[in-house]
Each structure stands twice: as C-alpha cells, then as structure tokens.
C-alpha cells in the first residue's frame, strides 16, 4: 500500500498526510551528531567540471565535443565552430580546500613551479598544492600519472617518461628536470624503483597494464636494502606499438635484466599477467644456461588453460569480485577500511580511462581523442591480455612459487590452470591473508612483501649451503 501512494504521490497526486499518520505513534530515534559541514570533496569537485563542461556546450553554434576521464581533466576539446564559447573556464570551478598531508605547504616560487602546480591543481581537484607534496601521497597511481605527463608534454613541449615519477615524485623536483635547456630521456622497459642494496635485485614485470607503479608499495615494504627493478609495457610512450606475444617480451626483457646483472642466479616475478610473462622469461634464462632461483607469480593462472565462461559464468564472476571486495574491505580496521577504499577508488577510476580508451580507439579511430593517452592504455592492456591467452607454457625444469589469496575465483580453479604440472622442479604455494585483486593494495601488499622477502632469504640460503 505505501509503495503504491508513494508513487501516487511521485506522480502528482495530492495525498491527506495528517489521515495517514492517524493513530500512529511516535518515537524518538537519536541522530548522528556528525556536524555536517556542507564540505565539497574530490570525487563531488571533479563530477562538477564534467558537468559544467557539459552545459557550456549545448549551444549549437558553438557547440564542442569533449572528452573527460572521471578524475575530471579535460583531455579534448574539439571545437565544430569558430564562433567563440562561454568565457568561462572550468579552473572557475572551486577546488577541493588542501588535505592533511605529511609535507607543509610551501608554495611554488618560480614561474616553472607554478605552472607545475596549476597541472596538479585541476589534476587533483586540490587547492594549494606546494612544491614538496608528493604525487602518491596525494592519492597518485599509473594511470593519472600518464595523465600528468600528457598534460606536462601539452604545456611544456618536453616528453617526459612516467617512471620519473620514482626519482622526482614532487614539483620542485619535477620542475628541477624541466629547467635543463634540453632534457632528453630514452625510453627503456626497464625501470629502476630502488637501485640499492646488499641483497641480489628482483625483477618484477609488468602487469595486463603495463606499467609497473602497482609496485611501489611493494618495494618500499620490501626495504632499502632490497634492489628492485621494474619491466614496463613497449609502447607507452607512443613511438612504437606494444608486443603482442609473450616469448617476444621475454626476449626484450633478457636482454635489459641482464644489462643490470649479466649472470644469475637471478630472481624474477609478475602480477597476473607479469607472472605468465616472468615464467617466460626464466625459461629464455634457462636455455642459456643461467640460474633462476626464484620465479614468483602472484596471483598468476595458467590463461590459456582458463575455460571461457558463458554469460551466467560472467556474471558469476562479477559477482565473486564483489563479494572479494567487501571481503577485503570488512576485514580491516576503521583506518585501514578508508585507506582500501580509497585505493580502490583510485583503481577504478583509472581503469575507467582506460575502458574509455579501448572503446574509443574501437568506435572513433579517426578523432584525436582516439589516439589519446586513454587509447594507448587500452591498446596495451588489450595486447598483453591477448598475448597471455594465446601463451600456451613448455615445462619448466625449475620451482614455481605461486603467491595466492586465501580464496580464488570458481573458473580459475580448474585442473590445468595452476603451474604444478609444469614446474620440473615442484611448485611452492604461499597462501596470503587476502582475497583476489588485494595483495598490491594497502594495508595487505605488506603481507605480500613479508612473504617475498621470506622467499628471497630460503633462496640465497640454498644456493650457499
């Protein structure tokens, strides 16, 4: 009967409140005494340039055509009139007032800094960003930081690569690289996230995104004194197209890892698809007779041996991420409840883009928006997911050391689809305290370093005893 009147009500009926409420009792329920304060934040800021781009052109004598990611950057506009638009821009949209962040603010000093700032500014959605605040810290990932550097390369007329970010991750150090007269950077596939240490380096390769900021957390649970070295996607910097098998990858990856260590034994290891790639990689190594003592694969399957699911199974496992998610999300602590979601946020926009990319370079290949920083991601990730199904693995004569979550998806445990018939040398199972698409995420990526360094430690010891 409600939910009838209430669409009554919905529909313009006029309805006697006073004779439905009659004979009714009252009750006091207590409030939240959460002191709303009607306070803008980033994701409400950033929706807020989207829409007043959106109404600026509906006018047709200058109407445009623009492309936006969900962070809210402008990446095109596409002007179908030479009659001027709406003077307003979309920096007039108020910014998001500074975070609690561990750096003060000390703000930009030279005209360099301060273009800087104004990029990070409308990147972030965030007023008053200083010189020493540092990009991650600031909620940064992969794929704003190949936002950043499209914006960087559109104002300063620099390319400049996005693992920069490792060595110069603020705006007085990025704007320190602009100032050469002529930076010039060559692109490489390998990546140097922490050069030092006493312990043999490790080499983790990229992931079905191709870039290989997801392992910074990593790294840095790993500790100073753990070298490791990261191998990004061909193609990102768009002067070449991606590779699009797998034994070509490993080929170009040999040769780089052995420009940082000639001989083995070597230690290797990837996310998902990383993983497949790294198992390439140390079978080349093997065939030339050099040592692998450590191939570790997180949460890495055996993807050509991966049924293809209906619709229902589809729909199933889309399901399983859900619950996986809220899994995650439920077992930690109020702090680490904020940062998870957060991060997850951050994920799901980025891949958003990167959606946006995929359906853009399939549907639109003629505009500028298809040949886009967005395309170029989803054309990598598409490669290097292709290239991982169409992989079917040789036997391994060496240890497979497969990193899991607790739980896994219902299609990926299926006979064949694990690395146990194919390790020579056996297969070692850790088993971490996370549910799938978890271990590289804040606070459990600590679990998964805690377990790595482990490894590394059992490996060194055989090898010298």
């Not at 409420?21 to 009252?26: A, F, K, L, T």
């Not at 034994?265 to 692998?292: M, N």
């Not at 619950?323 to 799901?348: I, M, P, T």
Request: charged share 20%.
């Amino acid at each position: 009967m409600l939910s009838a009147l209430g669409s009554l009500w919905m529909a313009g009926i006029a309805v006697d409140w006073k004779r439905l409420y009659i004979g009714e009792r009252r009750w006091r329920v207590p409030l939240p005494t959460y002191p709303f304060e009607r306070k803008r934040f980033w994701v409400d800021a950033r929706q807020a340039v989207c829409i007043w781009y959106a109404a600026s052109s509906s006018h047709e004598e200058s109407a445009s055509r623009c492309m936006f990611d969900i962070s809210g950057k402008i990446a095109h506009v596409e002007e179908t009139s030479s009659k001027e638009s709406d003077p307003t821009t979309p920096a007039e949209v108020s910014l998001d007032s500074r975070p609690n962040l561990p750096s003060e603010y000390v703000a930009p000093q030279t005209d360099l800094e301060k273009m800087l700032a104004t990029v990070w500014q409308e990147l972030f959605c965030i007023d008053k960003i200083g010189t020493h605040d540092n990009f991650f810290g600031l909620g940064g990932d992969s794929i704003l930081a190949v936002h950043l550097f499209a914006e960087i390369e559109k104002v300063f007329k620099v390319k400049v690569p996005v693992v920069t970010l490792f060595e110069s991750p603020t705006i007085a150090e990025l704007a320190q690289i602009l100032h050469r007269e002529a930076p010039t950077f060559g692109w490489s596939p390998l990546v140097t996230i922490q050069p030092t240490g006493s312990r043999p380096p490790f080499f983790c390769i990229h992931g079905a995104g191709g870039v290989v900021l997801i392992y910074r957390d990593l790294a840095r649970h790993l500790g100073s004194d753990q070298p490791f070295y990261g191998l990004q996607a061909q193609g990102q910097d768009g002067s070449c197209l991606p590779l699009t098998r797998v034994e070509g990858m490993a080929a170009l990856y040999v040769k780089e890892i052995q420009r940082v260590q000639p001989h083995g034994p070597y230690f290797l290891g990837g996310y998902c698809a990383g993983g497949t790639i790294a198992y390439e990689v140390a079978q080349q190594l093997q065939a030339e007779g050099e040592p692998v003592d450590l191939l570790a694969m997180f949460d890495t399957s055996n993807w050509c041996k991966v049924p293809r699911p209906s619709i229902w199974g589809r729909a199933y496992h889309v399901v399983q991420r859900l619950v996986f998610h809220a899994a995650n999300f439920l077992s930690l602590d109020s702090e680490g409840k904020s940062k998870f979601f957060w991060e997850k946020a951050e994920q799901l926009r980025s891949r958003i883009s990167v959606w946006r990319g995929m359906l853009l370079a399939k549907f639109d290949k003629h505009s500028r928006i298809a040949r886009s920083e967005s395309r170029v991601l989803g054309q990598i990730w598409q490669a290097n997911d292709r290239a991982c199904l169409n992989y079917v693995p040789k036997p391994y004569p060496g240890t497979v050391t497969d990193f899991r979550p607790k739980k896994q998806y219902r299609r990926l445990n299926q006979p064949g689809v694990k690395w146990d018939q194919l390790a020579g040398g056996g297969q070692e199972i850790v088993v971490l305290p996370v549910y799938p698409a978890g271990m590289l995420v804040e606070p459990f990526v600590k679990h998964l370093a805690d377990a790595l360094r482990r490894c590394i430690d059992s490996a060194i010891h055989r090898r010298l005893s």
